[in-house]
C-alpha cells in the first residue's frame, strides 16, 4: 500500500511544479497579488482540510488534502493566466517527455515492491525509490552524457 502513497505524493507536486510556470507570468504581468491570495487561500484550505481529515483518516486525509489543494491552486492559476494573455502550454516539449520519467519511476518502484525485491522499511524504501528515479530521470534526460565543455 506504500505505494499508493507514493504516486499520490509524486502526483501532488507534480501539479505543484507545473503551476510555478503560470506563476512567473503574473509576476512578470505584474500580477503577483493575485499568486499571493492564491497561496494564502490554498494554504488556508490545506490547514482546514488537514485539521479536518487527518485526526479521522489519517495519512489518507493528509494525501487527499495535499493533492486536492495543489490540484486546484495550478487550475486557478492557469484560468487567471489565461484571462491575461496567456495561451501558451507549460509543456513546451512533447507532453511523454514528462510523463514516461515519471510514470517508469513508479512503475519500476511498483513492481519491486510487488514482487519484494525488497522490504527494508519504509525510510530505507524511500531512499532506494529516490535513487531509482534520481537515476531513471538522468537517464532518460540524458544528464550521464559527457559534454564538450
Given at each position: 500500500?506504500?505505494?499508493?502513497?507514493?504516486?499520490?505524493f509524486f502526483?501532488?507536486?507534480?501539479f505543484?511544479?507545473?503551476?510555478?510556470?503560470?506563476?512567473?507570468?503574473?509576476?512578470?504581468?505584474?500580477?503577483?497579488?493575485f499568486?499571493?491570495?492564491?497561496?494564502i487561500?490554498w494554504?488556508?484550505?490545506s490547514?482546514l482540510?488537514?485539521?479536518?481529515?487527518?485526526?479521522?483518516?489519517?495519512?489518507?486525509?493528509?494525501l487527499f488534502?495535499?493533492?486536492?489543494?495543489?490540484?486546484?491552486?495550478?487550475i486557478?492559476?492557469?484560468r487567471?493566466?489565461?484571462?491575461?494573455?496567456y495561451?501558451q502550454?507549460?509543456?513546451?516539449?512533447?507532453?511523454?517527455?514528462y510523463?514516461?520519467?515519471?510514470?517508469?519511476?513508479?512503475?519500476?518502484?511498483i513492481?519491486l515492491?510487488?514482487?519484494k525485491?525488497?522490504?527494508?522499511?519504509?525510510?530505507?524504501?524511500?531512499i532506494i525509490?529516490?535513487?531509482?528515479?534520481?537515476f531513471?530521470?538522468?537517464?532518460?534526460?540524458?544528464f550521464?552524457?559527457?559534454?564538450?565543455?
Open positions: 500500500m506504500e505505494s499508493y502513497f507514493y504516486l499520490i502526483s501532488s507536486i507534480f505543484h511544479q507545473i503551476s510555478t510556470g503560470w506563476e512567473f507570468f503574473c509576476y512578470i504581468e505584474n500580477k503577483g497579488s499568486v499571493l491570495k492564491n497561496s487561500f494554504g488556508l484550505f490547514f482540510m488537514y485539521v479536518v481529515l487527518i485526526p479521522e483518516f489519517g495519512i489518507y486525509g493528509a488534502t495535499l493533492f486536492t489543494s495543489k490540484t486546484l491552486s495550478s486557478c492559476l492557469k487567471y493566466a489565461n484571462k491575461f494573455g495561451n502550454s507549460i509543456l513546451k516539449r512533447n507532453l511523454a517527455t510523463f514516461i520519467p515519471f510514470a517508469s519511476s513508479i512503475s519500476f518502484f513492481i515492491k510487488f514482487f525485491f525488497f522490504n527494508f522499511g519504509i525510510i530505507w524504501d524511500s525509490y529516490f535513487t531509482i528515479s534520481v531513471t530521470f538522468c537517464s532518460l534526460f540524458g550521464f552524457k559527457k559534454s564538450n565543455i
